[in-house]
């Protein structure tokens, strides 16, 4: 009977699909579900907060120490996955993640909401924040061959995309519904957020299903445990090129938190009136635009590689966003963002598959926590930045100026720093 299902998933669905193992589709099924958690959260979450009575800045100051506190959990729990177990550590980011959304929906205490947002894992922009991301990127590159792992990443890719438009059209029709049901508008936004606790509950049970094969099986490389980086860090051999992305990623998760998703949408509302529903289905379609994008980008990556895919799709995306805020009206600033967003996400799994193929084996975890980390901590500092722009009616556009700017920078350096580092396949 196993074969015989075998044969039916070779004819309806790509090759690539039909030969992953159950741990690869569990964890397309936890990806999928954790971002549409973050994607319904991101929609409503400024709202939420300035519906608490938080000002903008204030809003920007705890969305900034939210991320730096993922920041943390992040890279205490992925440079130990592998070391620990990746099962334990990813359950372990569920729970902080339940805990976070429960934190947020039962105060209004900014110091309550500070240390929950420090201590949990919380996503202000719809993308990944937390453990999950790498320890979920190591096991996946653990279980599929080198010559199929950026297409497997591209489809893993598009289940987030999924999950985030999905989640984004949830929480702003959700939201809307309830209050034309006469719910006051924060009753509405703690629905979501008891919703997004929920989820980090399921996710918790999903990862206890996972097998041993997920897992580490390589050694610590030929550095002596003794060594400082390996046991702080779990980096050896690979370290250096580890260190360059980091820098590199860091700076364009700066410029792109200037426009994190909760900014983006409170833009249209300051711009355009834009009420939830609606901006839960521009969000909806970015978001699929995006994920389909990334199929594109590993047949292109086949073609071309991977650093020169990474830079030739992020580079234009960058300058469309740069040219949003300055469209005459909203369906023209609607139609730029969706152009942008059908190209801006083409670097994403050639940019995860890259960094998993160019680290030792047993450091995948480790790397892309560090990585993922540098993302995060650049992320955090530009929301506060960002808001203190949103406070001033006149400055509402330039966080996109800066962060096209900022991004384009970085889409340079990365070329000139790792066109000829090359992964093995090609």
């Not at 958690?37 to 009575?53: D, E, K, N, P, Q």
């Not at 990127?137 to 985030?164: C, D, I, M, N």
């Not at 999903?206 to 390589?218: N, P, Y």
Request: aromatic share 8%; hydrophobic share 55%.
């Amino acid at each position: 009977m196993r074969v015989g299902v075998r044969r039916a998933l070779d004819r309806v669905m790509p090759a690539t699909l039909a030969r992953l193992t159950r741990d690869a589709w569990l964890l397309f099924l936890t990806r999928f579900l954790r971002l549409f958690a973050y994607g319904s959260l991101s929609v409503v979450l400024v709202f939420y907060l300035v519906s608490l009575g938080l000002s903008e800045v204030q809003a920007g100051m705890l969305l900034t120490l939210t991320l730096a506190g993922d920041t943390v959990v992040s890279l205490l729990l992925t440079t130990r996955a592998d070391r620990i177990g990746r099962r334990r550590m990813l359950v372990v980011g569920a729970l902080l993640m339940a805990a976070a959304g429960l934190a947020f929906a039962g105060t209004s205490n900014l110091g309550l909401l500070l240390l929950a947002g420090i201590v949990g894992v919380i996503s202000p922009s719809g993308n990944e924040v937390g453990p999950f991301l790498p320890i979920e990127q190591a096991a996946l590159t653990h279980v599929v061959p080198p010559a199929t792992r950026t297409e497997v990443f591209a489809w893993y890719t598009l289940a987030g995309a999924l999950g985030t438009a999905s989640g984004a059209l949830f929480g702003g029709v959700m939201t809307q519904a309830l209050q034309q049901r006469h719910v006051a508008p924060i009753a509405s936004y703690r629905v979501i957020l008891l919703v997004y606790a929920a989820l980090g509950v399921v996710l918790a049970i999903l990862f206890t299903r996972l097998s041993r094969a997920s897992e580490s099986t390589g050694g610590g490389g030929n550095e002596p445990r003794k060594d400082k980086m390996v046991r702080l860090f779990g980096l050896g051999r690979s370290r250096r090129v580890v260190v360059k992305l980091s820098a590199l990623f860091a700076l364009d998760s700066f410029g792109g938190g200037f426009v994190v998703q909760s900014f983006a949408a409170y833009w249209f509302y300051l711009r355009y009136g834009v009420d939830p529903a609606t901006l839960g289905a521009i969000f909806f379609w970015a978001n699929i635009l995006g994920g389909l994008s990334a199929l594109v980008a590993s047949k292109l990556a086949a073609r071309i590689g991977l650093v020169r895919t990474m830079v030739a799709t992020h580079l234009p995306s960058n300058v469309l966003l740069i040219l949003v805020p300055l469209m005459p009206n909203l369906p023209l600033a609607i139609a730029l963002l969706l152009v942008r967003f059908s190209i801006s996400q083409m670097d994403v799994p050639t940019r995860q598959s890259y960094t998993m193929a160019v680290v030792s084996p047993e450091e995948r975890s480790a790397a892309g926590g560090i990585t993922g980390v540098a993302r995060t901590i650049g992320a955090s500092i530009s929301p506060a930045l960002a808001g203190m722009m949103f406070a001033r009616p006149s400055w509402i556009n330039a966080p996109f100026f800066v962060a096209g700017a900022l991004k384009i920078a970085y889409d340079l350096l990365l070329y000139r720093e790792f066109v000829s580092v090359r992964p093995p396949e090609e």
